[in-house]
Each structure stands twice: as structure tokens, then as C-alpha cells.
């Protein structure tokens, strides 16, 4: 079967975000739903929802509204990509979303924080070296919330993903 060109998922942000959430692309779960990480066994939704405080099991704009309450942002590295599957080691001929225009746009963020390894990578080969000079933002990598990451235990990534709450 042959890698297909998928699109990602429109930014969830206010203009007033501090903490930004990148992922590399949406796997093929969430863009089933048209949702940021729609896999069930995904840990972002359990994560988040205990360090901002809201249930878990609320609609899905109900979720990204507590985000956007709380200022953080979601978005992904990737804006085109060719993959077969989920796993971000199948993700092939990347494009990067508009990150200029983002940060134009978001003048308070204060960190970057990336789900995974490959966002990460990405950002860091395809964005940070186009980026304007006068652009300055922490940048902190997280262990992926992904079911295929069991390298860390639930407990594990929860501790690590504390971190962001330092920047809000």
C-alpha cells in the first residue's frame, strides 16, 4: 500500500495563548474525527485534563475550550505530509505549517512544548531555522502521549507534562 498525502488539523488557539502543543500530524483516528488526539488509548485528554483540571469525558469543544481557558494552544509541526498509517516513522516529503505567521499572531506565547521526538525534529529542521531573528520562545520536549510510545509509563509522561504548567 502506497503512503497518501493527508492533511493536518487547523490550529486551536486564542490570540492571548502562552503554552503552545505541537505534534507532528494527526494520526489516522484523529483525522477520522477531525480531533486533536482522537486515538482512545491517546494519554494527551487524561494528561491535560488532570493538570487543568476538567473531566476528561467532556465534549471534545468543551476540552479545547478548558485548553484555551487555561492559554494553551494546539497545533502540529506538520501542515502536508505523506504517511501509511499513524507511526511518525512512516511520515515522508513534510511541509511545515505557517509558524511565522502564528507567532505574529501570538505575541504571549512563552513556550513551545512538543508531544514526542518527531515533532520535535521536525520543528527543529523544517521551522526553527526560517523563523525571524527577533523571535524568542522556550522550547521543551515532552514524551509522546501516543500508544505506541510504552517506553514510559502513564505516571511518567505525567510528571514530565507538569512542566508546562510552569510557563502559565
Not at 502562552?18 to 488526539?37: E, I, T
Not at 494527551?44 to 471534545?60: D, K, R, S, V
Not at 502540529?76 to 511541509?95: F, K, M, P, W, Y
Not at 526560517?130 to 510510545?149: D, M, V, Y
Request: charged share 20%.
Amino acid at each position: 500500500m502506497a503512503a497518501e498525502r493527508i492533511q493536518g488539523l487547523a490550529a486551536v488557539s486564542q490570540p492571548d495563548a502562552q503554552v503552545l502543543v505541537l505534534g507532528s500530524m494527526p494520526g489516522v483516528a484523529s483525522l477520522k474525527q477531525q480531533q486533536y488526539y482522537g486515538h482512545p488509548r491517546n494519554l494527551f485528554w487524561p494528561i491535560m485534563a488532570e493538570l487543568c483540571g476538567f473531566h476528561e469525558e467532556l465534549a471534545y469543544p468543551a476540552r479545547l475550550s478548558a485548553l484555551q481557558q487555561h492559554k494553551i494552544a494546539l497545533w502540529d509541526v506538520l501542515q502536508h505530509c505523506e504517511r501509511q498509517g499513524s507511526l511518525d516513522s512512516a511520515i515522508r516529503n513534510e511541509t511545515p505549517n505557517d509558524f511565522d505567521r502564528f507567532l505574529q499572531q501570538h505575541t504571549k506565547l512563552r513556550l513551545i512544548a512538543f508531544n514526542g521526538r518527531k515533532a520535535e525534529q521536525s520543528f527543529r529542521r523544517l521551522v526553527l531555522p526560517k523563523l525571524a531573528a527577533n523571535w524568542h520562545c522556550q522550547l521543551l520536549s515532552l514524551p509522546s502521549t501516543s500508544p505506541a510510545n510504552a517506553a514510559q509509563s502513564a505516571e511518567q509522561r505525567r510528571q514530565k507534562w507538569q512542566q508546562i504548567m510552569n510557563f502559565l
